[in-house]
């Protein structure tokens, strides 16, 4: 990260703790819900399967840049599906830059080539080892690890949705971060039960576990992007929801935190790590921030 970003996203951070602020900073564009794939645990693909023009999500990045965000996404469906004539993702995250965003990232599911050196993080989907992967995602793990190998920039983070069927792997998944040309870290959720997947949410004793997986990992020197102070209260959903310096937007709709906000009571069970940790670092949680700083200087 560069130092002037530092500062600023560092200022920004004082300003919310001190004066109680609810100005949003981290904001998500959602440009397609249109999916290759159908993975058991996701409630959101293909629901429309529009994919929004070019100019709509400009319009979008703009109002998101207007309202105060800094730090932006973009998410979907699958973000490599994007194209509106001549322009793909590549001519989006160009733009996001132009605009002014000091850090931008992608969610994709890893399935189509690499080829982004414009983002600052690739948040690549990688649900377990190749069984368990395959099992959540269809055969897609062999082709996602050849396209993570043949990348053209070393700017991928794994992120891995923890759920019943994938629990046992954790540690797998690490250890493919930490051995994995142009892998940079890894990054996890827990499960979200939308209504149509409740059976795959985990017990406070099985993210317990992860959780303890996770930190042994981390002191085997695993380069994990999320901050273990927050863990304690992950493990027992009572860090603060929703997120209010979070934003998305999808076709024109923006909401707070997730465009999940509309789901009755699913915040009471967020598995999102970022909630945790942007909410508990807005309430001034010493030990949060201090990690929060020391993580971003070292993956972003
Ligand atoms: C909705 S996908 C969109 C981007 C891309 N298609 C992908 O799979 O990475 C974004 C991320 O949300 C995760 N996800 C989907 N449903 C979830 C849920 N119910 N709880 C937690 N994470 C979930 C996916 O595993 C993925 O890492
Ligand atoms: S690839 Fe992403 S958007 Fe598509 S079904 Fe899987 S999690 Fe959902
Ligand atoms: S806190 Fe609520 S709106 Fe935010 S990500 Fe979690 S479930 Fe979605």
Redesign the pocket.
């Known amino acids: 990260m560069r130092p002037s970003t530092f500062l600023r996203l560092t200022g920004f951070g004082l300003k919310t703790i001190l004066f109680r602020s609810r100005k949003p900073i981290l904001g998500t564009v959602i440009i397609t819900?249109k999916?290759?794939?159908?993975?058991k645990?996701?409630?959101?693909?293909?629901i429309t399967a529009v994919v929004h023009p070019y100019e709509q999500i400009k319009n979008e990045m703009q109002q998101l840049y207007d309202m105060g965000v800094r730090i932006l996404f973009f998410c979907?469906?699958?973000t490599f599906l994007w194209r509106d004539n001549d322009k793909t993702l590549r001519e989006l995250v160009i733009e996001a830059r132009k605009m002014g965003f000091l850090i931008v990232n992608v969610?994709?599911?890893g399935?189509f080539s690499i080829d982004l050196p414009e983002a600052d993080l690739i948040l690549l989907?990688l649900d377990g080892d190749r069984e368990h992967h395959n099992a959540i995602?269809g055969d897609t793990y062999d082709t996602i690890m050849r396209n993570i190998q043949n990348a053209t920039s070393d700017n991928i983070c794994l992120y891995m949705?923890i759920n019943r069927i994938n629990q046992s792997t954790v540690r797998n998944v690490c250890i493919t971060a930490r051995d994995t040309k142009n892998v940079r870290a890894v990054s996890f959720n827990f499960h979200t039960p939308y209504p149509d997947t409740r059976e795959l949410a985990l017990s406070k004793e099985e993210k317990a576990k992860c959780c303890a997986t996770i930190v042994q990992m981390m002191r085997e020197k695993v380069p994990v992007f999320n901050l273990k102070s927050a863990f304690p209260y992950l493990i027992d959903n009572r860090f603060p929801t929703p997120c209010h310096q979070c934003l998305v937007i999808e076709d024109g709709k923006l909401s707070v935190c997730g465009r999940c906000i509309d789901v009755p009571g699913l915040c009471n069970e967020c598995g999102y790590f970022f909630v945790a940790e942007y909410t508990l670092l807005f309430r001034g949680k010493l030990r949060v921030i201090l990690e929060m700083l020391r993580t971003y200087l070292k993956y972003v």
């Open positions: 819900d999916c290759n794939l159908k993975c645990h996701c409630s959101v693909n293909n979907g469906g699958e969610v994709t599911n399935t989907s995602r949705a």
